[in-house]
């Protein structure tokens, strides 16, 4: 589904740097959510945002942060990057009655070396 | 809080067998449940929704409140059916009514 964007698509950092993550979106959806992806333990939730002011930690937000800077984008920061955050990042938007239907971006395969 | 739970990461069947990927869940209110399925280079994608009560590719989940569980099932598998499938949970209503809970996912693959 082209309506959702992940930029960079492949990402190789050293620790320490500061990196930033971009989603953006063209389905006018008013929530947005990032999930890293692990083999063995599935999608686990960074952040979510239900609407451009609102902003709320998910499971695993510790080391990362986010900005909603327009209702269609959505950014992922790690501010201080260290080797135990390489992973598959993934965007996802939805609207808010459409119940658990998410729309997901292609993702980013972020490398800290 | 909530947890899903997809005991198996990997399964391999053989074209034309039946196939079961299961999930359970813990969650005290009333959940939503759903499958997500990745196939090869592709973005994850909603396969079935609970409430929904449909197949779709040939797949069935059906909610056991009593067991906790939500397995996904087709009678018979196809080589197109390998991928990953992520079963989620959503509480109903509320507040966080649209935030997902994964589960670890199981990779499918159907031999031919």
């Known amino acids: 589904d082209a309506d959702v964007t992940q930029t960079p698509r492949n990402r190789i950092t050293k620790t320490g740097k500061r990196i930033m993550l971009e989603c953006s979106q063209t389905?006018?959806?008013?929530?947005m959510y990032w999930y890293r992806q692990d083999p063995g333990l599935g999608l686990r939730l960074i952040y979510y945002s239900f609407d451009v002011k609102d902003i709320n930690k998910g499971e695993i937000s510790d080391g990362y942060s986010v900005s909603r800077q327009a209702q269609a984008k959505f950014s992922l920061s790690l501010e201080s990057a260290i080797p135990n955050q390489t992973a598959l990042y993934f965007c996802?938007?939805?609207?808010?009655f459409g119940g658990g239907e998410q729309y997901f971006g292609p993702g980013t395969r972020l490398t800290v070396t | 809080a909530q947890r899903v739970t997809q005991p198996e990461k990997l399964l391999s069947v053989f074209k034309g067998a039946p196939v079961e990927l299961k999930c359970n869940y813990s969650?005290?209110?009333?959940?939503?449940l759903f499958w997500y399925v990745q196939y090869s280079r592709q973005r994850l994608q909603l396969l079935l929704r609970h409430i929904s009560r449909e197949s779709i590719k040939g797949f069935t989940a059906d909610l056991n409140k009593g067991e906790t569980s939500f397995h996904l099932k087709k009678p018979f598998a196809q080589e197109e059916d390998s991928a990953m499938y992520y079963c989620a949970l959503s509480c109903a209503g509320g507040t966080s009514y649209g935030k997902l809970t994964f589960g670890q996912g199981t990779i499918l693959t159907v031999h031919p």
């Open positions: 996802a938007t939805s609207e808010p």
């Open positions: 389905k006018g959806h008013d929530r």
């Open positions: 969650y005290s209110g009333s959940p939503e």
